[in-house]
């Protein structure tokens, strides 16, 4: 029996395809986007998340860190996240909960058992399980074993990816997933590689490719003010996804700022400083594109 890295199993959510679902993120993503609201999902493996407005400034962290990666200066306790191990003593002694360890290794009927918690929820709500991330297609073992038990149990499946991946990996998982929640971020490939650290040519054509199958497919993109907002790209983006067999539904998800807190106690530098959510105004503004080519419009989900 495989083990994945996953840094949460979330439950009740409603936000990651139809109905109550409970949300499966696994660890680590082969993109680096500017924007991403789970920057805890990008390594794939465990690493230290501070909460420092938690610090209660005992310093029982730095005695026990074994890589002397914890000091004091100009009145604070810093940590070195380079020095920084991830072996968890100092979160075993902060008894303030200011420091947490993100990400470990999930069993499958571990996992299995948190999913089938809710089913009663899912049967009233047409709900099921999704699959998230980081992305699901980077531990692709794990995941085709969660989506075989998960099919066996009768329930719904979703996938959320990305796209960067190869194509035999999607041919080995569509027949156990129900819908794929696809992410459409920058049309233009140089700077879709500005903002996220790879091109798009390869995730394009996945795109293309999946919906040529037939499967059920939910397009999302995030609407972030200033990075993909403006003419140009939501005019291609309209174009490519109304050209989709199928023509799937376009789901525009705005930018929030939520996640910069996290980037900070993840020692990661926070790339969209200044950037605000799009207003109603802006949204509708950007939702025009996609009607205008045919297509259903929704905004969140």
């Known amino acids: 029996m495989s083990t994945g890295m996953l840094f949460d199993i979330r439950r009740y959510s409603i936000h990651d395809g139809p109905g109550i679902r409970t949300t499966v993120f696994f660890k680590g993503c082969p993109l680096r986007c500017a924007w991403c609201h789970n920057p805890e999902s990008q390594s794939g493996r465990p690493e230290l998340l501070l909460h420092p407005n938690r610090c209660i400034d005992c310093g029982a962290c730095a005695e026990a860190c074994p890589n002397g990666a914890i000091r004091r200066a100009d009145g604070a306790w810093i940590t070195e996240h380079a020095r920084c ?18 990400g470990r290794a999930y069993a499958l009927d ?17 709900g099921g399980v999704t699959f998230s991330g980081g992305e699901p297609l980077a531990q692709p073992e794990f995941l085709l074993e969660l989506l075989r038990a998960c099919k066996a149990a009768g329930l719904h499946t979703a996938l959320d990816t990305c796209g960067l991946a190869a194509w035999e990996q999607f041919e080995r998982v569509l027949p156990l997933v129900d819908l794929v929640l696809y992410d459409l971020k920058l049309m233009d490939a140089e700077r879709h590689r500005q903002y996220t650290g790879v091109s798009n040519q390869h995730i394009l054509s996945n795109l293309q490719r999946l919906c040529e199958q037939g499967k059920p497919v939910w397009l999302r993109l995030p609407l972030i003010p200033g990075v993909n907002d403006d003419e140009a790209n939501l005019s291609a983006a309209a174009a490519f996804a109304a050209g989709l067999a199928g023509r799937p539904p376009v789901f525009l998800l705005p930018y929030h700022n939520s996640a910069a807190a996290k980037y900070a106690g993840l020692g990661l530098p926070y790339r969209l400083p200044g950037v605000v959510s799009p207003d109603e105004a802006h949204l509708h503004a950007a939702a025009e594109f996609f009607t205008r080519a045919g297509l259903n419009v929704t905004f969140g989900g």
């Open 85 to 102: 191990t991830a072996c968890g003593r100092c979160v075993e002694v902060c008894y303030a909960e200011a420091r947490q360890i993100v």
């Open 110 to 126: 571990e996992t299995l058992a948190a999913i089938e918690r809710d089913q009663a929820f899912y049967a009233q709500s047409g």
